[in-house]
């Protein structure tokens, strides 16, 4: 609340602006362009080097000064960005055909070299938070001006989708990466303007932008602000117009609110809490099963996060490559304490571990499944534990199930597969080893779609039979916008996009 | 005491805290419901006096459990442990003050500058730092509400024996051959007690904040047991739309703080001689 008094000075300059923008008909009014909009995001951004993080907020807002290869629609289709075309010329090939006409903010040319270069530096400067991704890249050739192929050390069939998520550079940029990217530029709609670290990021229009008609609007500032309530009031009284994050409890306030719209989408994120899978009891799939038995999902979903949340049918949620419904997983509590009692465990207890206030209701729900396991004997310790210490509690093996989720970047689930239930991955978080799995994931990581599928498939059945995990929902994603905002997009994956939005 | 009973303060602040402490002894008397157990069809009730379910006097929370009942609860962990909390501060605190008091020297002196190292951390933070290490069970809990408090009593114990031992009737017991031990326990500290008494009830205030506090970031009594800072806490997301979550633990810690706090006021009213 601190920062109410700034932000309002801030907000009357803003509309001060907008209004001398308005009184003057000028070049911004011939193109269509006008007015400000400024977003209220949930999770502060870190860094404007589109290589080192893996931080949503940080994509949404970089996805607007930098413009990637492929872009991912809402319906989890790639379509063009940078690269016109793409198509594996094997497993390990890969070939992008780039597009023409495109330039820096500062004039140069997006040529082959820019794609050269941005890949080779995230292969290369393992320092990156993104290098152990690109790992798997061999060489990088281009091929005239405006084609590149990239050739990999084995098959890499997720690279169009990874490559959503890194914004091209100019090869400029590889002199000096400190001073870069004090002052970015990249072939995005917007350019870069200034950044209050942890406070505001100011965007503002690029006038050559290869997208005819994109932006629509001249200035854009997106503010963070991890305080849901006070994300909520700056909405209602007018002073942001998109707020990401909402709560279910928050939408009927919100919905009575003059001026202020709720959208929501099923998002690309299942929750999904984790076994210790080499600790007993845990370790025992009758122990798993009896536990995943006693839990009333819908119970989750309806009462506590009131109809925001649904059903898990499978690992991978619906939309993506890979997924398949598997039905749900059936409320049982008289035949959860049958296999506890097969499984000789009586009295029960369990260290359930949760990331403090990471996700939304989370100690809700822990205490609501915690209820639920003490109905079928099984006594639950909840561990709500500092985010940094939890991951060291997990690195250790000291627990028995860990409150998480899994947001399945980049609409692609060869990461969550790679990171979860290979040896490897696991070693120092569920312990996971199933060489079966592990040979289906290899198998799944070549270029054709309806190969991946099939693996992605067994891989599910095999996983929804193990119980290596809870899946007790899928995430709907709620976002409140002013009625102002034209043509905005509830995004599944979270992102904030506004390079295609209007106001009003 | 009956100067302490004709104390308007003192007797208000007395039957507050009364209250509020048979109140939480009582609970499992008291108590409408189980405060733990949810149940999830009668989430976020409103108390009765605003038109809810006339089983829910202070209506239910974000898992459907009764407020009463986990005031009721949660009180009883607030108070047992600000009140272990004074206890342990206060003995620790007095046996250390009047060593240093007593012994004086070099003694003195290292305790004293630990007094004020101490005193120099802010004590939240201090208490942060300390729960995230050990973890946060209840004596931990105790332990680090007691670590915060003992200076108070240190600093003061210390005071009084080197005025009082220097005192004649003081003297006077030495030169009839009273052992040390003697002059401590039958001389010195009975006149140190007035102030201790003082400074443990306004004590007893700090520490139900500071437990309360605690508990508000996570660090105190883990749920789902009932403590008045958590709920608070898992109120505070509700405020827009079930602000009783909040409210009533709330109003149960200003209570108690209140009580307390005129109790303790009372009392230096009426044991100082200076006023």
Same mark, same amino acid.
């Given at each position: 609340?601190?920062?109410?008094?700034?932000?309002?000075?801030?907000?009357?300059?803003?509309?001060?602006?907008?209004?001398?923008?308005?009184?003057?008909?000028?070049?911004?009014?011939?193109?269509?362009?006008?007015?400000?909009?400024?977003?209220?995001?949930?999770?502060?951004?870190?860094?404007?080097?589109?290589?080192?993080?893996?931080?949503?907020?940080?994509?949404?807002?970089?996805?607007?000064?930098?413009?990637?290869?492929?872009?991912?629609?809402?319906?989890?289709?790639?379509?063009?960005?940078?690269?016109?075309?793409? =198509?594996?010329?094997?497993?390990?090939?890969? =070939?992008?055909?780039?597009? =023409?006409?495109?330039?820096?903010?500062?004039?140069?040319?997006?040529?082959?070299?820019?794609?050269?270069?941005?890949?080779?530096?995230?292969?290369?400067?393992?320092?990156?938070?993104?290098?152990?991704?690109? &790992?798997?890249?061999?060489?990088?050739?281009?091929?005239?001006?405006?084609?590149?192929?990239?050739?990999?050390? =084995?098959?890499?069939?997720?690279?169009?989708?990874? !490559?959503?998520?890194?914004?091209?550079?100019?090869?400029? $940029?590889?002199?000096?990466?400190?001073?870069?990217?004090?002052?970015?530029?990249?072939?995005?709609?917007?350019?870069?303007?200034?950044?209050?670290?942890?406070?505001?990021?100011?965007?503002?229009?690029?006038?050559?932008?290869?997208? #005819?008609?994109?932006?629509?609007? *001249?200035?854009?500032?997106?503010?963070?602000?991890?305080? %849901?309530?006070?994300?909520?009031?700056?909405?209602?009284?007018?002073?942001?117009?998109?707020?990401?994050?909402?709560?279910?409890?928050?939408?009927?306030?919100?919905?009575?609110?003059?001026?202020?719209?709720?959208?929501?989408?099923?998002?690309?994120?299942? &929750?999904?809490?984790?076994?210790? %899978?080499?600790?007993?009891?845990?370790?025992?799939?009758?122990?798993?099963?009896?536990?995943?038995?006693?839990?009333?999902?819908?119970?989750?979903?309806?009462?506590?996060? /009131?109809?925001?949340?649904?059903?898990?049918?499978? #690992?991978?949620?619906?939309?993506?490559?890979?997924?398949?419904?598997?039905? @749900?997983?059936?409320?049982?509590?008289?035949?959860?304490? @049958?296999?506890?009692?097969?499984?000789?465990?009586?009295?029960?207890? %369990?260290?359930?571990?949760?990331?403090?206030?990471?996700? #939304?209701? @989370? /100690?809700?729900?822990?205490?609501?499944? $915690?209820?639920?396991?003490?109905?079928?004997?099984?006594?639950?310790?909840?561990?709500?534990?500092?985010?940094?210490?939890?991951?060291?509690?997990?690195?250790?093996?000291?627990?028995?199930?860990?409150?998480?989720?899994?947001?399945?970047?980049?609409?692609?689930?060869?990461?969550?597969?790679? @990171?979860?239930?290979?040896?490897?991955?696991?070693?120092?978080?569920?312990?996971?080893?199933?060489?079966?799995? *592990? &040979? !289906?994931?290899?198998?799944?990581?070549?270029?054709?779609?309806?190969?991946?599928?099939?693996?992605?498939?067994?891989?599910?059945?095999?996983?929804?039979?193990?119980?290596?995990?809870?899946? #007790?929902?899928?995430?709907?994603?709620?976002?409140?916008?002013?009625?102002?905002?034209?043509?905005?997009?509830?995004?599944?994956?979270?992102?904030?996009?506004?390079?295609?939005?209007?106001?009003? | 005491?009956?100067?302490?009973?004709?104390?308007?303060?003192?007797?208000?602040?007395?039957?507050?805290?009364?209250?509020?402490?048979?109140?939480?002894?009582?609970?499992?008397?008291? +108590?409408?419901?189980?405060?733990?157990?949810?149940?999830?069809?009668?989430?976020?009730?409103?108390?009765?006096?605003?038109?809810?379910?006339?089983?829910? +006097?202070?209506?239910?929370?974000?898992?459907?459990?009764?407020?009463?009942?986990?005031?009721?609860?949660?009180?009883?962990?607030?108070?047992?442990?600000?009140?272990?909390?004074?206890?342990?501060?206060?003995?620790?605190?007095?046996?250390?003050?009047?060593?240093?008091?007593?012994?004086?020297?070099?003694?003195?002196?290292?305790?004293?500058?630990?007094?004020?190292?101490?005193?120099?951390?802010?004590?939240?933070?201090?208490?942060?730092?300390?729960? +995230?290490?050990?973890?946060?069970?209840?004596?931990?809990?105790?332990?680090?509400?007691?670590?915060?408090?003992?200076?108070?009593?240190?600093?003061?114990?210390?005071?009084?024996?080197?005025?009082?031992?220097?005192?004649?009737?003081?003297? +006077?017991?030495?030169?009839?051959?009273?052992?040390?031990?003697?002059?401590?326990?039958?001389?010195?500290?009975?006149?140190?007690?007035?102030?201790?008494?003082?400074?443990?009830?306004?004590?007893?205030?700090?520490?139900?904040?500071?437990?309360?506090?605690?508990?508000?970031?996570?660090?105190?009594?883990?749920?789902?047991?009932?403590?008045?800072?958590?709920?608070?806490?898992?109120?505070?997301?509700?405020?827009?739309?079930?602000?009783?979550?909040?409210?009533?633990?709330?109003?149960?810690?200003?209570?108690?703080?209140?009580?307390?706090?005129?109790?303790?006021?009372?009392?230096?009213?009426?044991?100082?001689?200076?006023?």
């Amino acid at each position: 609340m601190g920062t109410l008094p700034l932000s309002r000075r801030r907000f009357l300059a803003g509309s001060g602006a907008a209004l001398a923008a308005a009184a003057r008909p000028g070049a911004a009014a011939a193109q269509g362009r006008r007015g400000e909009i400024i977003a209220g995001l949930s999770e502060r951004m870190l860094t404007l080097d589109p290589a080192n993080h893996y931080s949503i907020s940080s994509t949404s807002v970089l996805r607007h000064v930098y413009d990637p290869l492929v872009d991912v629609t809402n319906d989890d289709r790639f379509v063009p960005a940078l690269a016109e075309t793409w =198509r594996p010329l094997n497993n390990t090939t890969w =070939r992008f055909t780039l597009r =023409r006409g495109v330039s820096f903010h500062d004039g140069t040319p997006f040529t082959a070299d820019s794609v050269v270069f941005t890949l080779k530096r995230v292969r290369d400067n393992t320092k990156l938070i993104k290098s152990f991704v690109y &790992q798997d890249i061999e060489d990088v050739q281009k091929d005239g001006d405006h084609a590149v192929t990239v050739t990999t050390k =084995r098959p890499f069939g997720s690279l169009p989708a990874h !490559l959503t998520m890194l914004g091209m550079l100019p090869p400029s $940029a590889g002199a000096n990466d400190e001073a870069f990217f004090q002052k970015p530029i990249g072939t995005g709609p917007f350019r870069f303007g200034s950044w209050t670290h942890g406070d505001h990021i100011d965007l503002v229009a690029s006038p050559k932008y290869w997208k #005819p008609g994109i932006p629509r609007v *001249e200035k854009l500032t997106f503010r963070f602000i991890p305080e %849901l309530s006070t994300r909520v009031s700056a909405l209602r009284a007018g002073e942001i117009h998109v707020i990401d994050r909402v709560w279910p409890d928050m939408v009927q306030t919100l919905k009575g609110t003059a001026g202020v719209k709720v959208l929501d989408t099923p998002a690309l994120e299942a &929750q999904r809490w984790h076994f210790q %899978l080499a600790r007993d009891p845990v370790k025992d799939l009758r122990v798993r099963k009896a536990i995943s038995l006693a839990i009333d999902r819908n119970v989750i979903i309806k009462d506590l996060l /009131l109809g925001y949340a649904r059903p898990v049918v499978c #690992p991978v949620p619906p939309g993506l490559l890979g997924h398949t419904n598997l039905g @749900q997983k059936p409320y049982d509590p008289e035949k959860a304490r @049958q296999l506890l009692k097969q499984a000789g465990a009586s009295n029960l207890s %369990l260290d359930f571990v949760l990331m403090k206030d990471l996700y #939304p209701k @989370q /100690l809700e729900i822990a205490q609501a499944v $915690a209820a639920m396991l003490g109905e079928v004997g099984v006594k639950v310790n909840i561990r709500n534990l500092e985010i940094a210490t939890a991951r060291e509690q997990r690195t250790a093996g000291n627990y028995d199930l860990f409150f998480s989720g899994w947001a399945q970047m980049p609409h692609d689930p060869d990461w969550y597969f790679g @990171q979860w239930f290979t040896k490897t991955g696991a070693e120092k978080l569920t312990r996971f080893s199933d060489p079966r799995v *592990e &040979q !289906l994931i290899a198998d799944g990581r070549v270029p054709d779609p309806k190969v991946r599928q099939q693996k992605y498939e067994e891989i599910d059945r095999l996983l929804w039979e193990e119980e290596p995990e809870i899946w #007790p929902y899928y995430t709907v994603a709620i976002y409140a916008i002013s009625d102002k905002l034209r043509n905005f997009e509830a995004r599944r994956d979270y992102y904030v996009l506004l390079h295609e939005v209007g106001i009003a | 005491m009956k100067r302490l009973l004709r104390s308007p303060t003192a007797v208000t602040g007395g039957v507050l805290l009364l209250l509020v402490v048979v109140a939480s002894v009582a609970a499992p008397l008291l +108590a409408p419901a189980d405060p733990v157990k949810p149940s999830f069809g009668r989430r976020l009730q409103p108390p009765r006096l605003l038109g809810g379910a006339s089983a829910y +006097a202070l209506g239910t929370d974000n898992l459907g459990r009764d407020i009463l009942a986990r005031l009721l609860y949660g009180g009883r962990v607030s108070l047992v442990l600000a009140a272990s909390a004074v206890a342990l501060a206060a003995t620790a605190g007095v046996v250390v003050g009047l060593a240093a008091g007593i012994l004086g020297g070099r003694l003195d002196d290292f305790v004293m500058r630990l007094a004020d190292v101490q005193l120099a951390f802010p004590v939240i933070m201090l208490a942060i730092a300390i729960v +995230a290490v050990v973890g946060s069970s209840p004596a931990a809990l105790v332990s680090v509400l007691a670590l915060s408090g003992w200076v108070l009593y240190a600093r003061t114990v210390r005071a009084n024996v080197l005025t009082i031992r220097r005192l004649e009737y003081v003297e +006077a017991a030495r030169t009839l051959g009273a052992s040390e031990l003697r002059v401590i326990l039958r001389h010195i500290l009975p006149n140190t007690l007035a102030p201790i008494l003082v400074i443990g009830s306004s004590q007893f205030a700090t520490m139900v904040l500071l437990e309360s506090g605690l508990s508000f970031l996570g660090l105190g009594i883990q749920p789902p047991q009932p403590s008045w800072g958590a709920m608070l806490a898992e109120g505070r997301d509700y405020l827009s739309n079930a602000w009783w979550l909040a409210t009533v633990p709330g109003m149960a810690i200003s209570l108690v703080v209140l009580g307390a706090n005129l109790l303790g006021d009372g009392l230096r009213d009426v044991l100082d001689p200076r006023l």
